[in-house]
């Protein structure tokens, strides 16, 4: 029983930042590879401050919040002025300047070996240390936040980045800020990852830059091509689905060393199949 409950919460941590990864790639059309990055920088903002008795939970998880949309907001004032293949090879920069420094900072992030020993979520002075109890957590920020997300795209503001993503220049002659608004979505996109960074840090008590390099990112951009973008359904179908993956793997006989590659290939087979046969994902609108 655990063990399910264990895959549920990964499953519905890796929701909440599919769900920020669909807003920006899939609803808006930033293609951004450096989503892995800004959850990082939630989780060890939450690793951080609990670990050292700074800030309780929840104040750790609204300065993990604050810190990843400015942080995205940063990134998207000068990196949003440069279009197409230029955007991808910025954020691809910032991805991996993000993983040296959680690789070369150890007084802080603790560099190679990682931050053990993170402190569960406390809660009203409960400590949250067992899934059950913790799942309860995850699926009530998890359902405020699919609520939130479906608000969102049928929001005027989510009808103005839909048409940002189908024509730019129309949206700009029809006198809308091109520009703000692709800023409000990376804040907004920014403090969803945030959301799951922080209770990826308090779930597993244990984070490393592993966890949050390019691999991450490509794997938070597969999940919305497998579950479909633009959707709600689509940032929680396919988080169910490749957080499943590994479970699958560690029960068949392969030798522990190439669980990891076999699992990588696989992720970059579905991408491929995805993107040749069905390009909407499987809860996605018809491109």
């Known amino acids: 029983m655990n063990f399910f409950l264990s895959y549920l919460a990964i499953a519905e941590i ?13 609803v808006t059309g930033i293609f951004s590879v450096s989503q892995g990055a800004i959850f990082g920088i939630g989780a060890y903002t ?24 400015l942080t995205n907001l940063a ?35 603790g560099g190679a070996s990682g931050l053990a020993g993170v402190p569960p979520p406390n809660v009203f002075g409960r400590d949250l240390d067992e899934p059950g109890a913790f799942i ?22 989510g009808r103005l980045i839909n048409a940002i993503r189908e024509d730019e220049l129309a949206v700009t002659a029809a006198g809308k800020s091109v520009l703000a608004a692709k800023v409000g979505v990376s804040a907004l996109s920014g403090m969803f990852v945030g959301l799951a960074g922080g209770l990826y840090a308090g779930f597993l ?58 699992r990588q290939i696989l992720y970059g087979l579905m991408l491929i199949a995805f993107m040749l046969f069905r390009p909407q994902g499987i809860a996605g609108r018809r491109l």
């Open 14 to 26: 890796y929701a909440l930042a599919s769900m920020s990864t669909n807003l920006l790639v899939g």
């Open 205 to 262: 008590s244990f984070i490393d830059p592993g966890s949050f390099d390019i691999d991450a990112s490509i794997l938070l951009l597969t999940m919305i091509v497998v579950g479909g973008a633009r959707t709600l359904a689509g940032s929680l179908i396919g988080p169910a689905l490749l957080t499943a993956l590994p479970q699958v793997l560690s029960v068949l006989p392969i030798p522990s060393d190439a669980a990891g590659p076999l």
């Open 136 to 157: 309860l957590l995850s699926s009530i920020v998890l359902a405020a936040a699919a609520l939130f997300f479906w608000l969102v795209l049928r929001s005027p503001f």
């Open 75 to 109: 990134v998207a004032l000068p990196a949003l002025r440069i279009a197409g293949d230029y955007f991808v090879v910025t954020s691809f920069g910032i991805q991996i300047a993000a993983t040296a420094v959680f690789m070369n900072l150890t007084d802080i992030t």
């Open 46 to 69: 939450v690793g951080i401050l609990t670990l050292n008795d700074w800030a309780s939970f929840p104040v750790a998880m609204a300065a993990a919040l604050i810190l990843c949309a």
